[in-house]
Each structure stands twice: as structure tokens, then as C-alpha cells.
């Protein structure tokens, strides 16, 4: 799954503002730890990304 199918799926499950933008906060969050560790920056972001989709 690429991003823009991940917030595709986000704004599906989530109507509410809130948490669209605390899926992306912790999109980036997660993207900046990841990448001071060598981990794939791609898939932790997207992990991130739909941390609460089922909220």
C-alpha cells in the first residue's frame, strides 16, 4: 500500500478533522524515529498514517 491509498483509507473510516490530522501528526512522528534508526521510512510512516482507522 503507497500513502495516498493509506489517507485514502484514513478520511474513508475517519470523518472528524481530529483524527485525520493525529494520523498525520504521528505519520511524521513515526517517519522521524524511524529514520534515526535505518528502518523503512516508507512503511512506518504508513503504519503511522493508520494507527487509529479503525477508531
Avoid at 1 to 10: G, P, T
Avoid at 12 to 17: A, R, T, V
Avoid at 20 to 36: A, T
Wanted: with cysteine.
Amino acid at each position: 500500500m503507497n500513502r495516498e491509498k493509506a489517507l485514502d483509507l484514513l478520511k474513508k473510516y475517519n470523518k472528524e478533522e481530529y483524527h485525520i490530522k493525529q494520523g498525520l501528526m504521528v505519520e511524521s512522528i513515526m517517519r522521524y524515529i524511524v529514520s534515526e534508526n535505518n528502518y523503512d521510512v516508507d512503511f512506518f510512516g504508513i503504519v503511522g498514517l493508520l494507527c487509529d482507522v479503525d477508531y
